[in-house]
């Protein structure tokens, strides 16, 4: 990745395939993406419980769990971290190896029949093992069931690494999928600038984040920093959500629900306002509601977005000569440098 420290580590991954571009014929295609995240507590298996009943009733149990979000016909879902782990409470670290070994790809096998089925794209997150070497992975799968992208968490809680032995991963890297570029990052990554710096420079317009543990305003200031949408799938009692490139929360789950599905738009542009005033009103005075333009206040910065499928929102950025957020920036640092 340009720019970045990171090097290419290990693939969590077993299996690739080339992700599939969205075909266009005549009209632009719409960029609207409806991204679910489906989350649950871990089972609460005893340690002593048979190894094949865990593998059996953790399917049968998220096969359940998917009937709340199959019906919205979504393009993504999204799953909570080690998303097959038995409790911790009632697991020990020696059992939960065991497990994790005599399960191997099964789980995910399971997902993989899903989103086949359903024409969906899967995040499935869990600890997999390639050739002894055990990771914290998020593993994608496309619409055909293959695995067409896998993020290995960067920065493990120290325990996954002294306890269960799991192994860093050293790469952040983004996945061009059909409906639009995405990354991930897990847990405990949210802490370090390391991933988000490696992010802001890959620019994707998703961030898939599976969580143990909710990450509170560094949900929002990564969904800013990056300037992407960012699905937050965390487990119970925390909040899973959706959260759009100004940092704003636009679905969450509740108390009621542990799923939570959105529409997003991912044909945007991020741009201040300084500048743009006389040109935000004259864009919607032609086009309408073939644009939106959204303020979320006190920050100064709006999300431009093209709602029609006769022009893409860079078609409106280079009509009326807008200048993106980032350049915007990049502009005034370099007239402080000059005038300094």
Not at 122 to 133: E, R, T
């Amino acid at each position: 990745m340009a720019g970045s420290s990171w090097t290419v580590g290990r693939s969590c991954s077993t299996t690739s395939a080339s992700p599939q571009a969205p075909e266009k014929e005549g009209d632009l295609v719409s960029r609207n993406t409806t991204v679910s995240c489906l989350t649950a507590a871990p089972l609460p298996f005893d340690a002593a419980t048979d190894l094949e009943e865990i593998v059996e009733r953790t399917v049968d149990f998220w096969g359940r769990r998917l009937e709340d979000v199959l019906p919205d016909q979504p393009d993504i879902i999204v799953l909570p971290e080690t998303v097959d782990r038995p409790s911790a409470s009632t697991f020990g670290p020696e059992r939960l190896l065991e497990y994790y070994h005599h399960r191997g790809t099964r789980v995910r096998d399971y997902f993989a029949e899903v989103a086949r089925q359903n024409g969906c794209h899967i995040a499935y997150s869990a600890v997999m093992f390639v050739d002894g070497i055990g990771q914290n992975c998020t593993q994608i799968l496309d619409r055909s069931g293959a695995v067409v992208g896998d993020y290995a968490k960067n920065f493990l809680v120290i325990d996954e690494n002294e306890t269960l032995g799991l192994s860093y991963g050293q790469r952040a890297q983004c996945f061009d999928l059909d409906f639009g570029r995405v990354g991930s990052a897990i847990c405990f990554d949210l802490n370090f600038d390391e991933v988000r710096t490696a992010y802001v420079q890959a620019k994707p317009e998703l961030l898939l984040f599976s969580s143990e543990y909710h990450g509170g305003l560094m949900q929002n200031y990564w969904a800013y920093s990056l300037r992407a949408y960012l699905a937050a799938c965390v487990r119970p009692p925390a909040p899973s959500a959706i959260l759009s490139p100004l940092g704003e929360v636009v679905a969450t789950s509740t108390n009621y629900f542990e799923h939570v599905t959105q529409t997003v738009n991912l044909d945007y542009a991020i741009l201040h306002l300084d500048g743009h005033w006389t040109k935000l009103a004259d864009i919607k005075r032609k086009y309408g509601p073939g644009v939106g333009i959204h303020d979320p206040g006190r920050l100064g910065p709006v999300l431009l977005t093209s709602e029609s499928n006769d022009f893409s929102v860079t078609d409106i950025v280079a009509e009326f000569d807008l200048e993106l957020l980032d350049d915007y920036l990049a502009r005034a640092r370099r007239h402080r440098a000059e005038h300094l």
